[in-house]
């Protein structure tokens, strides 16, 4: 079976731009979070998305968004990109909502850099 | 609020000797605690968890973490490194009763370097 999958894998922008990564999560999962994990530091959690809607957001600007298809798929969108954006996301999916097992499957990450 | 903590952010081991990794955490109501392992250029792998059963939990690839109320502490342990286990280890805390999604708070990571 695959596991969670993330494009793309490595992307290059500068600050300003706006940049969409995308996650598909494991067959039969329905929830979907995102993490930021920047050099030398462990991930933080930005968003979960299930059933298409957002049940939880971290300490993260509005810059940040996200979205979750009726796949289950899900897209993070960053504007205005500033330098600290760089790097590496991760998406994770669990099978439900509740209760917060903590259980997470994680792709390889989308990894950013922001000139 | 949750936290977590990490004593060391590396260490060093030689091939064949004990692993043990340190993770404290902070939570206001019964935790459940991880260990995820992070390879290089990879992204996390779910090691074992603690959700209020036994104390002393087994995971994959022969690691071992005991639950300690008392010392509000988690700590990670094998008993023979394997040049293999040389990664990236997180520690987690999540709250089941406070949060109904899955929200992970992960501590700042600990690297393995196992010497040969």
């Known amino acids: 079976d695959a596991g969670v999958t993330q494009s793309p894998t490595h992307l290059i922008k500068t600050r300003g731009q706006h940049v969409t990564l995308r996650c598909s999560p494991i067959?039969?999962?329905?929830?979907v979070s995102w993490y930021q994990q920047v050099l030398g530091q462990g991930p933080q959690f930005i968003f979960q998305?299930?059933?298409?809607?957002?049940?939880g957001r971290g300490n993260f600007p509005d810059r940040f968004s996200a979205r979750q298809f009726p796949n289950y798929s899900s897209e993070l969108n960053v504007n205005a990109l500033l330098l600290g954006d760089s790097a590496l996301y991760l998406c994770?999916?669990?099978?439900?909502?509740?209760?917060?097992?903590?259980?997470?499957?994680f792709g390889e990450g989308s990894r950013l850099t922001v000139l | 609020a949750q936290s977590v903590t990490q004593l060391g952010s590396h260490v060093s081991v030689s091939e064949g000797a004990l692993v043990l990794l340190r993770c404290n955490y902070s939570s206001s109501v019964p935790p459940y605690l991880f260990w995820y392992v992070q390879y290089p250029n990879q992204g996390l792998q779910l090691l074992l968890k603690y959700t209020s059963a036994a104390t002393l939990v087994k995971g994959i690839n022969g690691f071992e973490a005991e639950f300690k109320k008392s010392e509000t502490s988690f700590h990670l342990t094998k008993p023979s490194a394997h040049m293999s286990d040389a990664a990236e280890y997180f520690c987690a805390v999540s709250e089941p009763q406070k949060t109904s999604y899955d929200k992970v708070i992960f501590g700042p990571g600990t690297s393995l370097s196992v010497i040969p």
């Open positions: 994770a999916s669990s099978l439900h909502r509740g209760p917060n097992t903590g259980e997470l499957f």
């Open positions: 998305y299930y059933e298409k809607e957002e049940r």
């Open positions: 067959s039969g999962h329905k929830s």
